[in-house]
């Protein structure tokens, strides 16, 4: 769902009870995907809510430079370039493919 105009993976829900006037809550935690930031809203179960649209992908590497990875998408043959995340630190190398995920424009590398 999104929730601070960030996709987020939902941890838990829980709800409440209805008061005498009001209508029942749900608390929702989530983890942001791309920022790893944790987040917790409160919404009436009546409300709705959005959900990014997450496209999985397969991708080829084609070069390593610093903290960036230039990628070659194995679908449409697109070239792009990511920041690596400290979890795929010294993980990558020239013509390994990753899976990678787009949501909201954003991309991250899912795993090697």
């Given amino acids: 769902m999104v929730i601070d105009e960030e996709p987020c993976k939902i941890l838990s829900i829980t709800t409440s009870k209805p008061g005498k006037h009001g209508e029942a809550k749900a608390r ?6 791309f920022d790893e930031k944790k987040r917790s809203i409160v919404h009436p179960v ?13 991708a080829q590497i084609l070069a390593l430079g610093g903290d960036e990875v230039q990628l070659m998408d194995l679908e449409n043959f697109e070239n792009f370039s990511l920041h690596i995340t400290d979890e795929f630190k ?7 493919e990753v899976l990678y995920m787009i949501a909201m424009g954003r991309r991250k590398i899912t795993k090697v």
């Avoid at 009546?46 to 997450?54: G, L, S």
């Avoid at 010294?90 to 390994?96: A, K, R, S, T, Y």
Wanted: aromatic share 0%; charged share 25%.
């Fill in 90 to 96: 010294g993980q990558l190398h020239p013509g390994e």
């Fill in 28 to 33: 929702i935690d989530a983890v942001g995907l």
């Fill in 46 to 58: 009546t409300h709705k809510v959005q959900v990014p649209m997450i496209d999985k992908r397969k």
